[in-house]
């Protein structure tokens, strides 16, 4: 069966796609139109229509339509015949055209991919809402969201590639659609182009405001050769007038449009019987000051980029109102040679996204997803990790847990048996292993060979947190007593955290066996059914587990806390607060920020390389000197990470937290993000605080491996680098990476959460 994906572009007053196979790109055609109206309506029966059909039906009902729903994202519903709409709903049932229309040419299969295109301005909880709406309308299926000056590059760097355009210099590209313009420069990088500088526009200029103002000059003629209808249209609000305006309306837009390509237009308005008529000159002369703003505003884009006209190799144009001749003249008498059009410039930002998703097709898995049929390496695997060429296993055996040290095709060097392993952490020269008995906790310091250096007995009722980095270790022992609302807060735990310090280097032995106290902690946590602890609250200042800096030599620490504050003879209250503080390998902590009570920063992550890098409730952000930066928001029922690399950055978006789904790649590029594409689901959580719920993300040099959903029975391991996201393996159950080449799969696992059975580590496919 051919693999095909889809490309859609649902724009504020028109909506256009494209679907994409490894040979061929081609425009979608729905009720015998490339482009179909973004109208929606609410008939009486309570069902959403969208397109032509809720195009033809305003006329009858223009309470209960909404031509622009795009206008809405970010917004409240709206309000079609006095009920509530959600734009999702919105937009779904206009994406659900496309998709019916498409499947019909595959025999009702499905895309492997969609890629939906988005304003580049737009905000990540706006591009949330497009990720929903691919999930109602798409469920399990890989999605993309391409920003749209990015997908008319790439349509028209194909299509002009004799022109020397592809693959080489700058772009502008100059978007003229009917509800905003936008303009962008854009620089071709390893997987195509990305934005440069700051984008520029104008949401008031668009086809939609060239409309208006042809509906008021077909007014002025109408006040004088029907005033007595005019005054209605006006005034009235009944339902007859209404439809009429909107009539108006519809035949203004007729008239722009049926000027592109004559010098004249006389429309027939039926209530009135009586023409109207508008020519080019005059039309001219309504909209000329807005299209000498676009030029304006895309030089301007031009020159914060960094380029001069002289280094693009083109200004592309897109949008229908881009077809206006006045646009076109006026731009080529500014930058005379470098305007590409399209013969229809609707559907450009469509095109180019068929033909981002077809890059994928060649390197997707051809075949269904397998069950089995891995080369298996060993079983009953816990845990896997790899470092220095070898693999390490943490494995359970009927008569207790193993630690074993394989070589790269799986062949045992060495194993240490252990009775109930809770925990462990590797680094190049230092491996620490957490194993309990009763009430005590043996941490054993090893070499990379599985050599025992040294033991230390902890008495603790709580598994330890362990963390190494360049040789050095931490145990981190955290006691928890849950809170009631005299103290915060019913969804929280209070305690203290202490840390005991492995010296580095040939000992391995610890600085000393008492725990070194760090300070009060507490923790906060989602309720999600009022009975479970897992995942941590966004949006308060809590306890995080200990992780290393990142700079080789210090862990971060960040502690929340609670205090009472007294307000008068008998009342207090509580007073959140939270402590940001690093420890070095001989123990010593390093507060490096303290905030309280209703600050907006609350921190979850730390990270150290040449600047420093934060994930608070705000998004992920990056402290550059003193310059504080937003890099990505934090989706608001979801949490964004980040991950460093040898030498990248990368942002992780989960945007819900609880289902667990929507997971976003970015690139910190250059002090911006650069978006590498969205996909359904994450396996683990980035807010979950036990080992067997973390995120499924691990880093080889340069490279981010992360085990992710495809469906509800099948997940798959992506390969990230700074300039493709590339799909490697995928399978039914749970698949895991593990680094290059490797992974682990448990077919009886469904992805999501938390594995919960030992898995099988397995070669993946070269």
């Known amino acids: ?39 929606v309506l609410l008939d009486e029966s309570g069902r959403l229509v969208a397109g032509t059909l809720a195009q033809r039906m305003v006329g009858r009902s223009p309470d209960r339509a909404e031509r622009n729903p795009k206008r809405y994202v970010g917004r409240r519903p709206m309000l079609l015949g006095g009920e509530p709409v959600t734009v999702q709903r919105a937009l779904a049932a206009l994406l659900e055209l496309f998709l019916v229309e498409a499947r019909r040419r595959f025999d009702g299969a499905a895309p492997t991919s969609l890629v939906l295109t988005h304003p580049v301005a737009w905000s990540q909880a706006q591009r949330q809402v497009l990720l929903e709406v691919a999930e109602a309308v798409l469920p399990g299926r890989p999605v993309e969201l391409v920003e749209e000056p990015v997908a008319a590059a790439v349509h028209y760097s194909h299509t002009h ?67 007595d209808w005019w005054e209605q249209v006006n005034t009235n609000p009944d339902r007859r007038w209404l439809a009429a305006a909107a009539e108006l309306l519809t035949e203004a837009r007729l008239a722009k449009e049926s000027l592109s390509d004559y010098a004249d237009a006389s429309q027939y308005v039926a209530g009135a019987d009586t023409d109207v008529r508008i020519t080019r000159a005059e039309f001219d002369a309504l909209v000329g000051e807005d299209v000498r703003r676009t030029t304006r505003l895309l030089a301007q884009s031009i020159e914060g980029s960094g380029r001069s006209p002289e280094d693009l190799r083109g200004i ?111 680094a190049d020269d230092l491996v620490l292993v957490a194993e309990r008995r009763d009430q005590v906790v043996r941490v054993h310091a090893l070499s990379p060979e599985l050599i025992i250096r040294s033991t230390t007995d902890l008495v603790t009722p709580t598994d330890p947190t362990l963390v190494t980095q360049a040789g050095h270790g931490w145990i981190f022992l955290r006691t928890a007593h849950p809170v009631d609302n005299s103290v915060g807060l019913p969804w929280g735990e209070t305690g203290d955290l202490q840390v005991v310090m492995i010296r580095p280097a040939t000992s391995f032995a610890p600085i000393n066996t008492t ?60 007073v959140p607060s ?62 964004a990470r980040w991950v460093a690399t040898s030498n990248r950055m990368y942002g992780i978006v989960q945007d819900s937290l609880v289902p667990n789904r929507g997971l976003t ?26 080992p067997t719920e973390a995120p499924r993300i691990r880093v080889d040099g340069d490279t981010l491996w992360i085990g ?59």
């Open 1 to 39: 069966m051919t693999r095909w994906s889809l490309g859609v572009d649902l724009g504020t007053s028109f909506s256009a796609a494209a679907i994409a196979t490894a040979d061929r790109v081609e425009s979608i055609e729905v009720s015998g139109e490339r482009r179909i109206p973004s109208t």
């Open 161 to 227: 590639a004799a022109d020397g355009i592809g693959g080489r210099d700058s772009v502008a590209v100059y978007d003229l659609g009917g509800g905003t313009f936008d303009t962008a420069v854009l620089a071709v990088d390893g997987s195509g182009f990305s934005v440069v500088g700051t984008p520029g526009g104008d949401p008031e200029i668009g086809g939609e405001t060239f409309d208006e103002r042809v509906y008021h000059h077909f007014g002025a003629q109408l006040s004088r050769l029907a005033p």
């Open 316 to 426: 592309f144009l897109t949008g229908g109102a881009s077809r206006i001749p006045l646009v076109q003249d006026t731009l080529r008498a500014q930058y005379n040679g470098l305007v590409r059009t399209w013969q229809d410039p609707k559907t450009v930002v469509a095109l180019g996204a068929a033909r981002w998703s077809q890059r994928t097709l060649a390197t997707r898995p051809t075949t269904a997803p397998r069950r089995s049929g891995f080369p298996v390496l060993a079983t009953d695997v816990l845990d896997a990790q790899a470092t220095n060429g070898a693999l390490y296993t943490w494995n359970a055996t009927p008569d207790g847990h193993h630690i074993r040290k394989l070589d790269r095709t799986g062949r045992v060097e060495r194993e240490l048996p252990m009775t109930h392993v809770t925990g462990w952490s590797i």
């Open 515 to 574: 725990p070194q106290p760090l300070g009060p902690a507490a923790t906060w946590y989602i309720n999600e059914d009022s009975t479970r602890r897992r995942l941590l609250d966004p949006a308060m200042p809590t306890s995080v587990t200990p992780t290393p800096l990142g700079d080789g030599r210090s862990a971060a620490v960040i502690l929340g806390k609670t205090t009472k504050r007294r307000t008068g003879l008998r009342n207090t209250v509580i």
């Open 578 to 639: 939270q402590t940001v503080a690093t420890i070095d390998a001989t123990g010593t902590m390093t507060v490096v920020a303290e905030q309280q009570d209703t600050t907006a920063l609350w921190v979850h992550q730390v990270l150290r390389r040449d600047n420093w890098y934060l994930a608070t409730n705000i998004g992920l952000e990056a402290y550059v000197g003193t310059d504080r930066k937003l890099f990505i928001e934090r989706p608001r029922s979801g949490a």
């Open 665 to 690: 790649l970015h690139l910190y590029d250059d002090r911006s993000p650069r978006s590498l594409g969205s996909f359904p689901g994450l396996l683990g959580n980035l807010s979950a605080t036990t």
């Open 708 to 766: 992710a959903q495809v469906s509800e029975s099948t997940s798959q391991i992506l390969r990230v680098t700074a300039s493709r996201v590339d799909q490697i393996a995928a399978a039914e159950g749970w698949l895991e990476p593990i680094a290059q080449g490797f992974a682990l799969h448990s077919p009886e696992s469904p992805p999501g959460d938390a594995r919960t059975t030992p898995a099988t580590l397995v070669r993946l496919p070269s």
